[in-house]
């Protein structure tokens, strides 16, 4: 199993930034891709960023231009620099594992409110 650990999240006023950073354990060399998902009530989680181990990147169209994922693979994290935070921005947002052989892997979730 992949274990994912999220931290980051918080209150931010609207144009704000946060970073979000998700810590990965267990087997880890079953990892392909890293990312984030994010999901309101009533509605069905979305992807709002990916990247792969060879470094590619996928993004929601909602978000391009202002969020920007990353990875640190000798500390086996994965980040979310998310700016110009808009209201539409807030919900819980979830790291992604693609585990190979494994399935795909859940953090806990990590809260990100937008204020005015």
């Known amino acids: 199993q992949v274990q994912l650990v999220e931290s980051g999240g918080g209150l931010v006023q609207a144009g704000g930034s946060l970073r979000l950073s998700c810590v990965a354990s267990g087997i880890i060399n079953s990892i392909s891709a890293m990312g984030w998902y994010r999901q309101v009530p009533g509605k069905q989680r979305e992807l709002v960023a990916l990247?792969?181990?060879?470094?590619?990147?996928t993004y929601a169209d909602s978000v391009k231009g202002r969020f920007t994922i990353s990875r640190d693979n000798a500390k086996n994290t994965v980040y979310l620099q998310m700016d110009s935070l808009k209201f539409e921005d807030a919900a819980v947002y979830y790291c992604?594992?693609?585990?190979?052989?494994?399935?795909?892997?859940w953090g806990q979730g990590t809260q990100v409110t937008v204020s005015s």
């Open positions: 990247i792969t181990n060879g470094g590619s990147t």
């Open positions: 992604y594992a693609a585990a190979l052989g494994i399935g795909p892997q």
